[in-house]
């Protein structure tokens, strides 16, 4: 059987932790194969794009800054791609190149297996307006929320999603939270608020009512500020790495044609290279 080649390019590339994850499900399986972190700067990526299959890759993975371009060039995209706006994955079918986003799908898994009472919510404060929310908000209305609340310091980014998700989705300023809080189900930081070398999330969860999960997308560190406040108020948290880790299933499974899974193993190789202890 010919060895199969996956790759996940961006700009930069260096700092992606995906090799580490595809890798480890390679050795697991036994695979015959690579997956490699290919450096394309945005003027080269359309030539990228075109030379894939004469280079013998079966797909992969793509990050910033080229979501959007991959969305623009693909043959054919997912519905999950089309509601974001972006493509995260790459394959072929019939010599044709296809495009999808699994972000949502990550973000959906990841809180399954750790939180699975939040689909039984119907409001969902989401804290950020940028690429990362699409994903989350399409995951929260697929899951079943009628309310979706977009927070975001500039109001009009958030009301520019409103257009996209309609029913239900709302905009908001930051000086609303308290208010939009008091009856949440469900919070969530799509921002890199509280990252490490970003400033702080500054919110207070006080509001927030005593069943509600809060989820932070930040994975360095890996328990935020946010979800520190949570654990004191003893709320249910969620932290971000789980998304990560979650959202490489369907692609790998596309590629080598075994479906992975996501264990404490694999969660703690991951760890360990963002200088964590498991």
Known sequence: MAEIHAFVCGHPIAHSRSPIIHGYWLAKHGIE????????????????????????????????PHKETAFRLVSRRDEAAQMIGAVNTLWFEDGRLCGGNTDAYGYAAHHDALAPCWREGETAVVLGAGGAARAIIHALQKAGYKNVRIVNRTVERAHELVDIFAGGASAHGWDELPYLLSDADFLVNTSALGMTGKPPLEISLDPLPDHAIVSDIVYAPLKTDLLASAEARGLIGVDGLGMLLHQAVPGFERWFGVRPEVTPDLRAA????LGHKS
């Open 270 to 273: 991951v760890l360990a290279d």
């Open 33 to 64: 194969g690579s997956y490699e972190r290919i450096e394309v700067a945005p003027a080269d990526f359309p030539a990228f794009l075109e030379n894939l299959a004469a280079r013998g890759f079966a797909g992969g993975n793509v990050t910033l």
